[in-house]
C-alpha cells in the first residue's frame, strides 16, 4: 500500500468549544479541497450556536459533549471529546487519524501521508504527538488510552499530563515533535499563535478575548484571564461581549 492507500484509512479528529469561535472560520478554510473525513467535537449540548453549514465540506460528521458549554472545564472537555471522538472513528472502521484543533490550521493537508513514513521508519512509533495538540498514528491504541478517562478520574493535572500518563501506562511507542516540525509538513497550523503575534497580545489572552457569536461563555479555566488583559485589551474585549454580535 502506498501512504494515499493509508490516507482512505485515515480520518481527522477536531475538538472544539465556544473560545474557539474566533478563529474556527480561517481554521475551517484552509481545509478548502479536503475530501475525506473530519469529526467535528464540540464541548456542549447543542450545536445551535455553531455556523457548521459554511464548514461542510470539510467537516462530514459532528459529535457533543452533551454537557453545557464550562461544564467540564477546558482540559476535562477537551479529554471528553479525545475519548468520545476516538471511538466514534473507530466504530466508523477507520485505522488511523489525525487530531487537532478549531483553533489550529492545515494548509498542507495533502502533505498528511507523509506521516506514514515516520509512523513506518525507524522503531515504528504507534503515534506522532505535540502535546494533545496535534497527534497522528494509530487508532486503535489512542482509543484504547482515552478509553481510562471519564468521571472517576478525579484529579487529571491537566489533558497532556494524563495523556502523558496513559502513553507510560500503556508502554506506546510515540514519537513527541514541537510545534515547528508540523510547520514544516502542514504549514502554519498554530492559528492561535499567528492572531496573537499579528495583535501583539499574548497566546494566552487570545483565550480571554474568545468567541464572535452565541451566548458569552464561561468556565473556570479562562474566565481568571480577564481581569490580567492590558487596559486597552480588556476595553475591547468588554466592548465585544456588550455588543454580543452574531454570525449566521
Not at 484504547?144 to 502513553?167: I, N, P, R, S
Not at 511507542?173 to 514544516?184: A, F, G, L, Q
Amino acid at each position: 500500500m502506498t501512504p494515499d492507500d493509508y490516507m482512505k484509512e485515515t480520518a481527522v479528529l477536531v475538538t472544539c468549544h465556544p473560545k474557539h469561535h474566533i478563529f474556527m472560520d480561517t481554521a475551517f478554510e484552509s481545509w478548502l479541497g479536503y475530501e475525506g473525513t473530519m469529526l467535528l467535537g464540540y464541548d456542549h449540548d447543542s450545536l445551535s450556536d455553531l455556523p457548521v453549514g459554511r464548514w461542510t465540506p470539510p467537516i462530514t460528521h459532528t459529535f457533543l459533549t452533551g454537557k453545557p458549554a464550562g461544564y467540564y472545564g477546558h482540559h476535562r472537555g477537551e479529554l471528553w471529546q479525545l475519548k468520545l471522538g476516538a471511538k466514534r472513528l473507530l466504530d466508523m472502521g477507520f485505522k488511523y487519524f489525525y487530531k487537532t484543533a478549531a483553533d489550529n490550521c492545515c494548509y498542507r493537508w495533502r502533505n498528511l501521508a507523509r506521516m506514514f513514513k515516520v509512523l513506518f521508519g525507524k522503531g515504528r512509533p504507534q503515534l506522532i504527538i505535540c502535546g494533545t495538540t496535534q497527534i497522528f498514528g494509530e487508532l486503535e491504541i489512542f482509543s484504547k488510552l482515552m478509553d481510562q478517562w471519564g468521571d472517576h478520574v478525579k484529579h487529571c493535572g491537566g489533558a497532556e499530563c494524563f495523556f502523558y500518563h496513559m502513553l507510560e501506562d500503556f508502554k506506546v511507542r510515540d514519537v513527541r515533535n514541537k510545534v515547528t516540525w508540523w510547520n514544516e509538513i502542514l504549514g502554519l497550523v498554530h492559528l492561535q499563535g499567528e492572531y496573537a503575534l499579528n495583535t501583539g497580545i499574548s497566546v494566552v489572552d487570545t483565550w480571554a478575548i474568545g468567541q464572535r457569536w452565541g451566548k458569552p461563555y464561561s468556565h473556570r479555566d479562562l474566565d481568571p484571564r480577564v481581569k490580567f488583559l492590558k487596559p486597552h485589551i480588556r476595553k475591547d474585549y468588554e466592548a465585544f461581549i456588550s455588543q454580543r454580535k452574531t454570525v449566521c
